[in-house]
C-alpha cells in the first residue's frame, strides 16, 4: 500500500533556530513530491520536486529530493514566528490521485 | 478572484441527517478533488472529478456521494453522516493533474453527533 510518512509529527523551536523536516515515500509509480504550508485553513503550495539532488529553494526555505532512499528533507532556516504552521509533505503517483503524509506541526517561539 | 469557494464552512449535523457540501472554482479548471483532513491522518480523497460530469472514487470513498453536473461546481453528498465523518472537508481544483497546480477551498469543518 501507498504511504507517505512525515518526521518529527511537532516541533517545538525558538526563533533564529534551523530545521529540519522528514518525508519518506513507498508508493508505485512516483512521479513528483510536494511540499504544503497549511497555516489555519487551505493548504498553499511551497515546492515540487522531481529529480533526486536538485535543491529547491525559496527565500530562507528549502528542499531536495533523493529518489534513492525515497525521502525528502525540507530546511527552514532563520525561523521565525510566521513559520509556525502544519507542513505536508505529498506524493503524486499516476493515478490522479496525491498521497498525503500526516504533517509536521511546527511551532516558533519568540 | 475568488478560486476555490467552499460551503458551508461550518456545519453540526445529528447522525442519520443528510447534508451537501458545494465546491465552486472560477478558474476553469478541469480536475476537482473532495478531501477530508483528520488529526495525525493528513489528508486524504474521497471522490474527485476530471471533467464536467466524471467523477471517480478515491482513497476513503464509502459514505459518500459527489456529482459534476456543471464544470464550475464539484458538490459532495452525505446521504446518512455518522460520527466517523466528522472532520474537516477541502476541496481542491486544478487546471491539470499535477500537484503544484492544486488550489484548496477554505475548508469546511463538519461535526457530527
Known amino acids: 500500500e501507498d504511504k507517505v510518512v512525515q518526521s518529527p509529527l511537532s516541533l517545538v523551536v525558538h526563533e533564529g533556530d534551523t530545521v529540519t523536516l522528514n518525508c519518506s515515500y513507498e508508493?508505485?509509480?512516483?512521479?513528483?513530491l510536494l511540499w504544503y504550508k497549511q497555516e489555519k485553513k487551505a493548504p498553499t503550495f511551497l515546492f515540487m520536486l522531481?529529480?533526486?539532488?536538485i535543491e529547491k529553494k525559496s527565500g530562507r526555505l528549502s528542499s531536495i529530493l533523493d529518489k534513492k532512499e525515497l525521502f525528502s528533507i525540507l530546511n527552514i532556516t532563520a525561523t521565525q514566528t510566521g513559520d509556525s504552521a502544519v507542513y505536508l509533505c505529498?506524493?503524486?503517483?499516476?493515478?490522479?490521485?496525491?498521497?498525503f503524509g500526516a504533517g509536521t506541526r511546527l511551532t516558533v517561539k519568540p | 478572484n475568488a478560486g476555490v469557494t467552499q460551503t458551508p464552512k461550518f456545519r453540526v449535523l445529528k447522525t442519520g441527517q443528510s447534508m451537501t457540501l458545494l465546491c465552486a472554482q472560477d478558474?476553469?479548471?478541469?480536475?476537482m478533488y473532495w478531501y477530508r483532513q483528520d488529526p495525525g491522518m493528513g489528508l486524504r480523497l474521497i471522490h474527485y472529478?476530471?471533467?464536467?460530469?466524471?467523477?471517480a472514487k478515491g482513497e476513503v470513498p464509502d459514505g459518500y456521494n459527489v456529482s459534476r453536473l456543471k464544470k464550475q461546481n464539484f458538490l459532495l453528498g452525505l446521504e446518512s453522516a455518522a460520527p466517523s465523518q466528522t472532520s474537516v472537508y477541502f476541496c481542491?481544483?486544478?487546471?491539470?493533474?499535477?500537484?503544484?497546480?492544486?488550489?484548496f477551498g477554505s475548508g469546511t469543518r463538519l461535526t457530527v453527533v
Open positions: 481542491a481544483s486544478s487546471y491539470t493533474r499535477v500537484g503544484y497546480g492544486y488550489t
Open positions: 508508493v508505485t509509480n512516483f512521479r513528483s
Open positions: 522531481t529529480s533526486s539532488g
Open positions: 505529498a506524493v503524486d503517483h499516476n493515478n490522479n490521485d496525491m498521497r
Open positions: 478558474m476553469n479548471h478541469e480536475y
Open positions: 472529478s476530471v471533467g464536467e460530469g466524471t467523477t
